[in-house]
């Protein structure tokens, strides 16, 4: 239908086929050339003219029409004929006009264009792909700063969380933003403590190690801050290595944030497999086909894959067959729709969801008599099924039994209240019945179990799971990290203050319990407290010699202020001990950082019609409030003279 579900039909049928033929197999590796040799069934048996051969006779009588008041009459025709037989919204025929309206454009036939656009909106109003165009066109002819262009790009990309087919594509775009965010908030954080740290981890190397060559001391304290990441060869090691065994020395509001980067970097990662997997199973069979019924999807090339398992004895025949009748019902190919039926009707006679939608089929043939008999058997196999009495209560009206039909009604709002609900806000002037579908649950529940039983494993992050306990292990390095982070907190909370290094607020001076024997200043170093606080008879060499030594780690702790400030507003107020306020700057600085960054692996949208539109807007949007905050919270504290000031830090 288009490239990206094209691809990963392809994608599913290659997985399903191989599954088939080489069930031995550990391990499918997936090419695209192995891809690209793999051809969609097509070839669909016709029996009668179905909604395809309509809408194409349709589109016909469109373009061949003079004036646009008679192509409004021939579009007012097709849209009361898709009413009538429950395609509503149309997304297929909605995105036909769609393509008419970018030929027209093409043309210069902008009168065209925008009236193409119109008729799209009459099938379906909420279509993604449509606002997108319309964005792109008031971009074009408005400019960038329009109140219109805005709205549309928000309203398509709003939208395209709620359509079926796009829902996981934008929720899983959406979660790789976040695991960017959470992993640049977490570097960022790393880092600072790595600046403010490192000095005290390499010193208590250094006390520790029982060796007299001071170099090895010196190379063996780099060796445990640089080497376990060298060795992992990993970006993302780097990062949480250094924010675990930062930790251990970092002052409390500094934990704190720590944490919450490490749980939030865990939460994303979690969400984002579990939205690929999601992504994953809505394009598998016969999860795939099902959501094309809730989706109102009328092409039914890409579903014929479903045949390969209506086989009576295959154990999956009842599902697939249900499915696929429905996609016939769909597509208002009624002889095979009503064929499959009642071959399911042999084997379950009592089946309440096949008599509705059998039912359902004979009031599109205006076979009432039938339809309403249909519905009957329904609702005495479940008594309670409330879309069975909102149908009869349709056959009944044509029958002009207007009594039955509000006894029907009645009784199905006292059952489902919001279904009735839907059915009275309709606006279509001839009602028409509800068929159902399997619970899309169910059905992913299926495509699930199929993938496990054709595919042993797959390489790759796609691999579905059922297990929720599974999906906290699987996102990168999520089991290690939180080993690791285990362990630290566990050192946090049962460590002796005494046995690790601190740094001196006043010098920098990283020292520990061998180096200073009196801790009642703990927060100052031997010399700083003899020369500060108690004043007791230093001398002047060694007073100048601190005092130069103060002098250099107030200038240094300034420039490493004004670097984090001017590459990440908050990081400057972070250093400086305004933790709170400074990690909220940072987190909006990051949000809209994130949002270039996981652009670049955003999976694409099935309509990729005008994939820039909505990033114009982002970007204008992303980059002036960037540029706010670099001004306000950036600029400014790197060019404020004040001396960073950390006795904020408290341990």
Known sequence: MRKFLVFIFLFCLSLSLKGQEETGSDVITLTPNEISKIKPITNVEMSGENVEAIIRGFILKIQEAKDASEQRSVVQDLYDDCLSFGLNPS?????????????????????????????????????????????????????????????????????????????????????????????????????????????????????????????????????????????????????????????????????????????????????????????????????????????????????????????????????????????????????????????????????????????????????????????????????????????????????????????????????????????TETNADELIPFPYYPSLESTKTMAVEQFKHFNKSLQGPLKPSQSKIALLFRPAFSLGTILLFGVALFVVITKKREKFARACYKCGRAYCSSCKTSLEFESFCGQCVHLYIKQDGVSPQARMQKNYEVEVFNKKGKIIRAVLALFTPGAGHIWEGHIYSGFVILILWLVFLSGFVSRIFAYPMPYAVVGVTSQSAYNFIAIFFMILLWLFFGLSKALSRQTANISLLRR
């Open 91 to 423: 997304p297929d025929i909605a995105e036909i006009f769609l393509a008419m309206a970018m030929q027209a454009k093409q043309k210069g036939d902008f009168d065209g264009f925008s009236r193409y656009l119109d008729f799209g909106l009459m099938f379906d109003d909420k279509n993604p792909a449509i606002h997108k165009v319309m964005a792109e066109a008031t971009l074009e002819n408005k400019g960038l700063l329009h109140y219109e262009y805005f709205f549309q790009s928000i309203a398509g990309w709003l939208y395209s969380f709620r359509n079926f087919e796009s829902r996981y594509v934008a929720l899983a775009n959406l979660a790789l933003w976040v695991r960017t965010l959470s992993f640049f908030l977490l570097a960022v954080i790393s880092i600072i403590l790595f600046i403010r740290y490192n000095g005290l981890v390499r010193h208590d190397v250094e006390e520790r190690l029982q060796i007299d060559d001071e170099k090895l001391k010196i190379t063996a304290g780099y060796l445990l801050l640089f080497l376990p990441s060298l060795f992992l060869l990993s970006g993302y090691w780097l990062v949480v290595y250094w924010a675990a065994i930062f930790l251990i020395y970092a002052r409390w509001q500094e934990k704190i944030v720590t944490i919450f980067s490490v749980l939030l970097l865990l939460a994303s990662g979690v969400l984002s497999l579990n939205l690929q997997h999601e992504l994953f199973l809505s394009m598998y069979p016969p999860h795939f086909s099902n959501v094309r019924c809730y989706s109102n999807r009328i092409a039914i090339g890409p579903d014929m894959i479903l045949t390969s398992h209506t086989d009576p004895s295959d154990p999956l025949s009842d599902t697939y067959t249900f499915v696929l009748a429905n996609r016939y019902l769909l597509h208002r190919s009624y002889v095979q729709a009503e064929k499959l039926y009642e071959g399911l009707l042999k084997r379950k006679p009592d089946d309440p969801y096949i008599l509705n939608n059998l039912g359902c089929l004979y009031f599109y043939q205006q076979r009432i008599a039938e339809a309403i008999s249909a519905w009957s058997k329904a609702m005495e196999a479940k008594p309670d099924l409330a879309v069975a009495y909102l149908n009869r209560s349709l056959g009944k009206n044509k029958q002009f039994d207007f009594e039955g039909a509000k006894e029907d009604q009645d009784r199905c709002r006292s059952l489902n209240p919001v279904l009735y609900q839907q059915f």
